[in-house]
């Protein structure tokens, strides 16, 4: 490894591309704390927006008007807002309405920090799409096959989380990924509210090293990278989970 | 969306009345707790609305600013971002294998970076003024900013026409050859025509996704509508004010983006191809 980071510092020296964030063991390490940054918030969104997603398909479904009249609110609101000024919103204007709590130095301190507030907000942002798209999923399972379920004495829940919901999973598999793969993207937007992901670090990084060009070609190839083993896990899931005897 | 998506139930009239009278009774109970709390001293909340109003949506007087410049923005984007996409979304079913897998390349590449990352690379490593032969061209923030964001519209909107050319029949291809016509002459004057119905609602889809990433602008030191709100905010320092105005720049965009997706649905469900 060290042979490698001398060979980028003779590149610097020689040529002039300034990989500092590889060779240098503090750029690296703080660009390294940074993907793994993105990469968290990424992941407990992601598992955060599915729930909402579920939870919100099957609130549709329930007879009660206005508990679907408040979901559909829900989506068309977060639908229709732009990301950015939901996540300022999150942050800046219900932060501070959030009860404080002691933290170990006996300090108060806000009950969630800049992370926990973007975890939240592109959330309820993915989530909303979510809903809609198991929505199209829940509908296009086959009414006999839920009448079926009625019929041999499953619960309403029970028929959603038995046979509903796995058969609708399936069938919105590609459009979830989409808004998935979108919602990746967009963990980029925490860096308005200073989580430290990494493209927060990187304009750090690039304002002390004076390296844009080749810091931005690193993030750039950071991102297509996570993206494409994400689209890879997903489309080898959406095979696993093929149901026979449909498509081609 | 997918084409094969059912477009959710239409609000109701009843259902948005309902909305709307939430908010007043909303804004009315958080006028007066905030009239409470300062002793009924200060201006209140709806009046200071009210004065800022005007500066969020339009700018500072005798500048482009604001609101107003969120909505040019994104029509501009759109139509850089529409015209070049069409080059290379033609470009990704030629038949000239190089030029098909670059355009490939390109479009993959700018649909699979982040939009900010994006709007950062155009901003940090384009020139700030063009020297033509002699006579300077200024390259301001907003117009930079404009070409940063239609980079994603344009891969997209190649997709959209690659899926457009691809869902008509081969058959209309065969019948052309058939006639004679030459493939710029079938591509021109018999596929394109029948392409456009079909692209219209997702490029609508993708121009209202446009003008909700319009505020990403702010990050980049534009005088958009997020920058401005947030000016505001800072000239008041008020607490109390927080939710008022991020809620009201909600508003602005609500307003305008809804009918956009109303419309977008109502479109899909008139063009959709029956069965």
Not at chain 2, 196 to 222: D, E, H, Q
Request: hydrophobic letters at 55%; proline letters at 6%.
């Amino acid at each position: 490894m060290d042979a490698l980071w001398d060979l980028l510092r003779h590149v610097h020296d020689a040529y002039g591309v300034n990989l500092v964030h590889f060779y240098d063991g503090f750029e690296r390490g703080r660009l390294l704390r940074g993907m793994w940054t993105t990469v968290k918030l990424a992941a407990i969104c992601i598992a955060f927006s599915i729930l909402i997603g579920i939870v919100g398909a099957w609130l549709q479904t329930s007879r009660l008007r206005i508990l679907k009249a408040a979901v559909q609110g829900y989506i068309q609101f977060f639908r229709n807002t732009p990301p950015l000024v939901q996540m300022y919103f999150f942050y800046f204007a219900l932060g501070p309405q959030m009860p404080r709590v002691i933290n170990d130095f006996g300090v108060p301190q806000p009950m969630f920090g800049s992370f926990e507030w973007a975890v939240l907000s592109l959330s309820f942002f993915a989530g909303a799409f979510n809903v809609e798209i198991f929505r199209s999923g829940v509908e296009a399972v086959q009414k006999a096959t839920v009448e079926a379920a009625d019929s041999l004495g499953f619960s309403r829940w029970q028929i959603y989380r038995y046979v509903v919901l796995p058969l609708a999973v399936r069938i919105c598999l590609p459009a979830l990924n989409n808004n998935l793969v979108n919602l990746a993207k967009t963990t980029t937007q925490a860096y308005a509210i200073a989580v430290p992901e990494t493209l927060f670090v990187a304009s750090q990084i690039w304002s002390d090293r004076i390296n844009v060009l080749e810091m931005m070609v690193t993030l750039l190839t950071f991102y297509l990278l996570m993206v494409g083993v994400f689209v890879w896990a997903m489309t080898r899931l959406e095979r696993r989970l093929r149901v026979p005897g449909f498509g081609q | 969306m997918t084409a094969g998506s059912v477009p959710a139930p239409l609000l109701t009239p009843r259902w948005l009345a309902t909305a709307a009278l939430l908010c007043c009774a909303a804004l009315a109970a958080g006028e007066a707790w905030a009239q409470l709390q300062t002793g009924g001293t200060r201006p209140g909340v709806l009046a200071t609305l009210w004065k800022w109003t005007p500066l969020v949506l339009f700018g500072p007087p005798r500048e482009f600013g604001g609101f107003a410049l969120n909505i040019a923005v994104s029509f501009l984007a759109m139509a850089i971002g529409t015209l070049a996409g069409l080059v290379l979304g033609l470009g990704l079913v030629s038949n000239f294998a190089p030029v098909r897998r670059l355009s490939w390349l390109v479009t993959q590449f700018f649909r699979n970076s982040p939009w900010l990352v994006l709007l950062f690379f155009v901003m940090l490593l384009t020139p700030f003024q063009l020297r033509v032969a002699g006579i300077v061209i200024p390259l301001p923030g907003w117009l930079k900013a404009t070409v940063g964001l239609s980079l994603p519209i344009m891969a997209n909107v190649a997709e959209i026409v690659r899926g457009a050319i691809n869902s008509i029949p081969t058959g209309q291809w065969e019948s052309a050859e058939s006639l004679a016509f030459s493939r710029l002459q079938t591509l021109w004057r018999i596929i394109l025509p029948q392409c456009v119905k079909r692209m219209i609602p997702p490029w609508m889809n993708w121009y209202a996704i446009l003008t909700m990433a319009t505020p990403l602008i702010s990050i980049v030191g534009v005088n958009d509508a997020m920058t401005l709100t947030q000016d505001a905010l800072a000239a008041e320092q008020r607490s109390e004010l927080l939710m008022p105005m991020y809620t009201l720049l909600l508003f602005f965009f609500f307003v305008y983006c809804y009918p956009i997706a109303r419309w977008t649905i109502h479109l899909e469900r008139r063009y959709a191809v029956r069965n």
